[in-house]
């Protein structure tokens, strides 16, 4: 089960909640029937298959988790790639959105921001009823969940979820896991009217007063709970990027959203140039790749990618200059409106291009055409913003196109995987966020690539656990995409595919956390001493030693 759960309240003091399961070493008196874990198993097969929509199928698997984790994690460790759709994204999404109005009970920790005072005295009090402390957290505020934006109290579904996918994927002990949600009010009006919502209704906080009461959080968690890692999640761009710079070298924490992502698609862009470049008989070097959207996620991957032209010897400038960024006020310029008056975000700064001669070019067409990109990266959550003509133009300028379309979930990606394969008569190296089925395409059967976090994270955090970090360096963010790379069999090579298959997520975890591990230990970042001496090889199988299973 995850950590024993409780909301907070301005007064009193909450307490903990009972656990979310049931005492298992008491006997019933009465007769009971006596069944096997094979047959519970088989039992919430049959009846999450009778569920007609995805939503209901997530919430019957949320009331096992509470009721039953070990019955749920073996659900979906049996359907991994069945299920992982369901508990995390596209279904999350939904769930988010229709938080309240289906919410059954406390999922982890609802932390407000009336009570930032008391935050010490809060998890100090929540820690002492524990047998056993968390280690890894996921935080988020529910300002940006995916791409649906403010969703107040609701974000509590996402790390939710991640967490889900943390044991299932990563192996890490459910006991240990901790959701959070740090409730600042929300933006989203609509929300904030709905008689059914259960978080504060209030408009969001400022980033000055998000940050006092963040500040609160990360100094009240670390002492609550030592030795954990904590997740940022779905903070909304501004705040992600100030939070990521403020913490990251004071406390065990990453931002998946900035530094997972970027990840998991270096990764992904590792496997697409070479395969581009074998095609098209042209250095990695000249690699051009056109991004849109101008967000958290975008900066922080494209800040990841930099690191592709830097193993091929270039330098951070002219790196940086292979990278062309557009928001929805087209491409980000030095001489755009809002950079000359001051007033474009911080974070979008770095990538400003400084050589369009006083041009500026609105729509993603034109900066295809000025650019000739030979890659094209979409975290604008639009549905459909890589129409035909810039698909066909990209299929164009490049014998295989490397296209990823990376918005979660499906109904805001920029471009299906059908439509790709059609538009560039099947020449396209693809990825996306959300997960589309294998097509047969003029006889053969095309496997899309999924840039999912999903991939990586897990291996981040679980690698972070099993070292001891005292911070997570970029560098063991890079180590994580670089092991999942290698991480490929003949197989999966041979089949043309970007990244492993999913249901082998446990091995390439384990692949991960042993490559972040490796990379903290260089870094001098690492204190379990006992792992130093181990080669690669061990250093894997000692990972995969340290994965939790379900008992069902």
């Given at each position: 089960?995850?950590?024993?759960?409780?909301?907070?309240?301005?007064?009193?003091?909450?307490?903990?909640?009972?656990?979310?399961?049931?005492?298992?070493?008491?006997?019933?008196?009465?007769?009971?029937p006596?069944?096997?874990?094979?047959a519970?198993?088989?039992?919430?097969?049959?009846?999450?298959?009778?569920?007609?929509?995805?939503?209901l199928?997530?919430?019957?698997?949320?009331?096992?988790?509470?009721?039953?984790?070990?019955?749920?994690?073996?659900a979906?460790?049996?359907?991994?790639?069945?299920?992982?759709?369901?508990?995390?994204?596209?279904?999350?999404?939904?769930?988010?959105?229709?938080?309240?109005?289906?919410?059954?009970?406390?999922?982890?920790?609802?932390?407000?921001?009336?009570?930032?005072?008391?935050l010490?005295?809060?998890?100090?009090?929540?820690?002492?009823?524990?047998?056993?402390?968390?280690k890894?957290?996921?935080?988020?505020?529910?300002?940006?969940?995916?791409?649906?934006?403010?969703?107040?109290?609701?974000?509590?579904?996402?790390?939710?979820?991640?967490?889900?996918?943390?044991?299932?994927?990563?192996?890490?002990?459910?006991?240990?896991?901790?959701?959070?949600?740090?409730?600042?009010?929300?933006?989203?009006?609509?929300?904030?009217?709905?008689?059914?919502?259960?978080g504060?209704?209030?408009?969001?906080?400022?980033?000055?007063?998000?940050?006092?009461?963040?500040?609160?959080?990360?100094?009240?968690?670390?002492?609550?709970?030592?030795?954990?890692?904590?997740?940022?999640?779905?903070f909304?761009?501004?705040?992600?990027?100030?939070?990521?710079e403020?913490?990251?070298?004071?406390?065990r924490?990453?931002?998946?959203?900035?530094?997972?992502?970027?990840?998991?698609?270096?990764?992904?862009?590792?496997?697409?140039?070479?395969?581009?470049?074998?095609?098209?008989?042209?250095?990695?070097?000249?690699?051009?790749?056109?991004?849109?959207?101008?967000g958290?996620?975008?900066?922080?991957?494209?800040?990841?990618?930099?690191?592709?032209?830097?193993?091929?010897?270039?330098?951070?400038?002219?790196?940086?200059?292979?990278?062309?960024?557009?928001?929805?006020?087209?491409?980000?310029?030095?001489?755009?409106?809002?950079?000359?008056?001051?007033?474009?975000?911080?974070?979008?700064?770095?990538?400003?291009?400084?050589?369009?001669?006083?041009?500026?070019y609105?729509?993603l067409k034109?900066?295809v055409?000025?650019?000739?990109?030979?890659?094209?990266?979409?975290?604008?959550?639009?549905?459909?913003?890589?129409g035909?003509?810039?698909?066909?133009?990209?299929?164009?300028?490049?014998?295989?196109?490397?296209?990823?379309?990376?918005?979660?979930?499906?109904?805001?990606?920029e471009?299906?995987?059908?439509?790709?394969?059609?538009?560039?008569?099947?020449?396209?190296?693809?990825?996306?966020?959300?997960?589309?089925?294998?097509?047969?395409?003029e006889?053969?059967?095309?496997?899309?690539?999924?840039?999912?976090?999903?991939?990586?994270f897990?291996?981040?955090?679980?690698?972070?656990?099993?070292?001891?970090?005292?911070?997570?360096?970029?560098?063991m963010?890079?180590?994580?995409?670089i092991?999942?790379?290698?991480?490929?069999?003949?197989d999966?090579?041979?089949?043309?595919?970007?990244?492993?298959?999913?249901?082998?997520?446990?091995?390439?975890?384990?692949?991960?956390?042993?490559?972040?591990?490796r990379?903290?230990?260089?870094?001098?970042?690492?204190?379990?001493?006992?792992?130093?001496?181990?080669?690669?090889?061990?250093?894997?199988?000692?990972?995969?030693?340290?994965?939790?299973?379900p008992?069902?």
């Open positions: 089960m995850f950590a024993k759960l409780f909301s907070t309240a301005p007064s009193p003091l909450p307490l903990p909640t009972p656990p979310l399961t049931p005492g298992k070493d008491i006997d019933l008196i009465a007769p009971h006596r069944t096997t874990p094979d519970d198993l088989q039992r919430f097969q049959h009846q999450l298959a009778l569920q007609p929509t995805p939503l199928k997530h919430n019957l698997l949320a009331r096992t988790r509470q009721r039953n984790p070990d019955l749920f994690f073996a979906i460790k049996a359907d991994l790639v069945g299920l992982a759709p369901i508990v995390y994204t596209p279904t999350v999404g939904e769930a988010c959105q229709k938080y309240s109005a289906m919410y059954h009970g406390p999922e982890g920790l609802y932390l407000s921001i009336d009570d930032a005072a008391r010490p005295e809060i998890l100090a009090a929540y820690a002492r009823g524990l047998t056993v402390t968390p890894i957290i996921v935080v988020t505020d529910g300002s940006r969940i995916l791409g649906l934006g403010d969703l107040g109290l609701g974000g509590m579904g996402i790390s939710v979820g991640k967490l889900n996918l943390y044991v299932a994927g990563g192996g890490i002990d459910p006991a240990v896991c901790l959701p959070v949600v740090l409730d600042m009010g929300t933006g989203n009006v609509h929300i904030r009217d709905d008689p059914l919502y259960i504060l209704r209030r408009p969001r906080a400022s980033l000055d007063e998000a940050t006092a009461f963040v500040d609160a959080f990360m100094a009240a968690a670390a002492t609550a709970f030592p030795g954990c890692v904590i997740q940022h999640e779905d909304y761009s501004e705040a992600a990027f100030a939070f990521l403020r913490y990251q070298e004071k406390y924490m990453f931002n998946d959203d900035i530094q997972g992502t970027g990840a998991v698609i270096l990764s992904g862009f590792l496997a697409a140039a070479k395969q581009a470049s074998e095609t098209a008989g042209k250095p990695l070097t000249d690699h051009r790749i056109v991004f849109l959207g101008g958290s996620a975008a900066v922080g991957v494209a800040k990841e990618l930099m690191n592709f032209f830097t193993m091929q010897g270039l330098s951070e400038a002219d790196a940086r200059d292979r990278f062309w960024l557009i928001d929805t006020k087209g491409l980000i310029t030095a001489t755009r409106a809002d950079a000359v008056s001051g007033k474009i975000a911080q974070h979008k700064k770095y990538f400003m291009r400084t050589d369009t001669a006083g041009i500026e609105g729509s034109e900066v055409e000025f650019v000739k990109p030979t890659a094209l990266v979409g975290l604008s959550t639009t549905f459909g913003a890589f035909e003509g810039v698909v066909r133009k990209m299929a164009q300028l490049n014998e295989a196109p490397i296209i990823f379309p990376l918005s979660n979930p499906t109904s805001k990606c471009l299906s995987f059908g439509d790709a394969l059609n538009w560039t008569e099947g020449r396209v190296l693809f990825a996306s966020g959300s997960p589309y089925d294998p097509i047969t395409y006889g053969r059967r095309r496997e899309p690539g999924q840039g999912n976090n999903f991939l990586v897990p291996g981040i955090g679980f690698g972070a656990l099993q070292a001891g970090v005292t911070t997570v360096t970029d560098a963010i890079t180590a994580a995409a092991a999942l790379s290698e991480s490929l069999t003949k999966e090579k041979a089949a043309g595919l970007l990244y492993p298959r999913l249901e082998r997520i446990r091995d390439v975890s384990a692949e991960v956390a042993a490559g972040v591990v990379q903290a230990q260089k870094d001098g970042v690492d204190t379990a001493a006992h792992l130093r001496h181990l080669e690669d090889k061990a250093l894997v199988e000692a990972m995969k030693a340290a994965q939790w299973n008992r069902a």
